[in-house]
């Protein structure tokens, strides 16, 4: 086979492998090692990860809630909130109809609002992603949904318990998730 044959031949094989064989694969959620994930998921078409997590015992109000997004969970490229922050999180129930719900959790941070959503139902619906918004404005900036089967959502009572707590966002409540 000639040189440019086999050129050819390479870049067309290359060309039909699914893009996360061919990109650095996203890690499996953004939280610290000790912390426990409440939701999380590699975007599709990415090689980040959308987590929410929680650190220390927040059941018992001794701990943090926080939002970590990045590549590497050891240097995430946005956290929310700092460090040493108190920062404020609604919880907002979603529901659908065919048996579908979910939730949504929603923050504000620097003129943006974020939000990061599951949704499950029949015949083994699993979505989620993220979306973000300017201030004021209904049209996202960016949203990007989960990779599918990738969603991790806690199934720990004590997690959901103190999520449960939160106050619902009142436009999500109204609208549902804020699309393009």
């Not at 499996?28 to 015992?57: E, H, I, R, W, Y």
């Not at 941070?109 to 015949?123: H, I, P, T």
């Not at 109204?174 to 699309?179: D, L, M, Q, S, V």
Request: charged share 20%; proline share 5%; net charge neutral.
């Amino acid at each position: 086979m000639k040189p440019a044959a086999k050129a050819l031949l390479v870049i067309a094989a290359t060309a039909a492998l699914p893009a996360t064989t061919l990109a650095a694969t996203a890690p499996a959620n953004m939280c610290g090692k000790s912390d426990q994930v409440v939701f999380s998921c590699p975007l599709a078409g990415s090689t980040k990860t959308v987590s929410m997590c929680a650190a220390g015992d927040v059941a018992h109000g001794d701990g943090r809630f926080y939002y970590a997004y990045g590549r590497d969970s050891a240097k995430p490229e946005m956290t929310y909130p700092a460090m040493g922050s108190e920062g404020e999180f609604t919880r907002t129930h979603l529901t659908f109809a065919g048996n579908t719900g979910g939730y949504a959790y929603a923050f504000t941070n620097a003129g943006f609002k974020y939000v990061v959503y599951s949704v499950s139902g029949s015949n083994n619906l699993q979505d989620g992603g993220l979306v973000v918004l300017k201030d004021g404005q209904a049209k996202p900036v960016k949203q990007s949904t989960c990779q599918a089967g990738k969603v991790i959502d806690t199934d720990e009572d004590a997690l959901i318990d103190a999520t449960l707590k939160w106050k619902s966002d009142p436009a999500i409540e109204k609208n549902g998730i804020p699309t393009r």
